[in-house]
Every structure is written in C-alpha cells, then in structure tokens.
C-alpha cells in the first residue's frame, strides 16, 4: 500500500486492519503465556482475567460515551462501533435464532492466529472481553458466546442478555471470579 495514496479499496483496508488484530492476538498470547508461566496456571489465569475486565470495561466506556455525544442512551442497540468493520473476521452476519438477535462471526483473526500458536486455551481467555466491554458499556447486559470456535462450532455467535444482580455484583468485586458469565447453560 502507498502511503501517499488518497484511498485504498476496502479489500485492502480489511487486509491492513487483519495485520493489526492478529498483532492483537500474539501481543495477547505472549502476555498471558508469560503471566502464567511466571505466576503459574491458576494466579496467572485471574490476572489475566482481572486485565481483560478493566480492558473491557475502558471499551464499554469509550463506546458509552460516543453514544451519549450522538444524544443515545446506553441501550443494546446503541453499542456500536468498538471493532474495525473490516479486517477482524471473514465474514459477520446478524441473524435472529429462536426470539434472540444473533451476530456470527466466521473466521476470527483472533482464533486462528492462537491456533496457529498453539495458545487456544489462553486465548479464549481474552473472548471474555465480550462480557465485560457490555457490562462496560451497561452493566445490566452481558454480551455472551452461544457458539465459538473454543466449544467446537464453526463460528462465534454472539448475543446480548440481561446480567443478574449477583452477576453484576460479582463483575463489580475484584476478587470474584466472572468468567462464568459467558457460560452458556
């Protein structure tokens, strides 16, 4: 790509911004490696997980912000616009699954590059950003994984759900564990 140019075609975009997120998912891979190699399995796996909630927390926020400065309040359908629309998957569809709007994503830059280095597990520890960059945004809804590539489907799908009180009592602790919020019964 010329740096000079005026435009570029969105294939091109997309190819930039896919360079960008899977330096995302190594940078992420190499830090929860390390962190757990240091710490050990478990304390490893709660700093990670204590990261990626105030990570999450900032975007929810960032995203908050911007839909207040358009006059919209902090309702599910005003989150938008904290992922590239290009580049991050292969495909993304909107799709409505019994009474639940659904969005699928295929081919996760993300996924494929933890697979590629054998980090899956750590890696799907950063997916629980979904929960917490909702609960950021508003903390009476979670965004969870009803599919993902990590329980063996073929894409991720995403849905918005009400949160708990104990949900959001245990997001808000910092000693609780709030990962189970993107289980799935």
């Not at 996760?108 to 590629?116: E, K, N």
Request: some cysteine; glycine content about 8%.
């Amino acid at each position: 790509m010329e740096r000079d140019q005026d435009y570029v075609s969105r294939d091109e975009a997309a190819q930039q911004a896919a360079i960008l997120f899977e330096r995302i998912g190594v940078l992420h891979a190499s830090y929860a490696r390390t962190i757990v190699d240091e710490l050990g399995e478990e304390a490893g796996r709660r700093l990670i997980l204590k990261a990626i909630k105030e990570y999450g927390k900032k975007v929810g926020a960032q995203v908050r912000e911007k839909a207040e400065a358009r006059g919209l309040d902090n309702s599910p359908e005003h989150y938008t616009g904290d992922l590239p629309a290009y580049g991050t998957h292969d495909r993304l569809e909107k799709v409505k699954v019994g009474e639940e709007d659904c969005l699928r994503a295929y081919g996760c830059g993300l996924w494929r590059t933890w697979q590629r280095l054998g980090e899956e597990e750590l890696g799907r520890l950063y997916c629980n950003v979904d929960v917490a960059k909702y609960m950021g945004f508003n903390p009476c809804f979670k965004q969870v994984h009803t599919k993902a590539p990590f329980l063996g489907d073929d894409c991720c799908e995403l849905v918005v759900r009400p949160t708990t009180e104990k949900e959001r009592e245990d997001f808000a602790r910092e000693d609780a564990d709030w990962s189970y919020l993107d289980r799935v019964d």
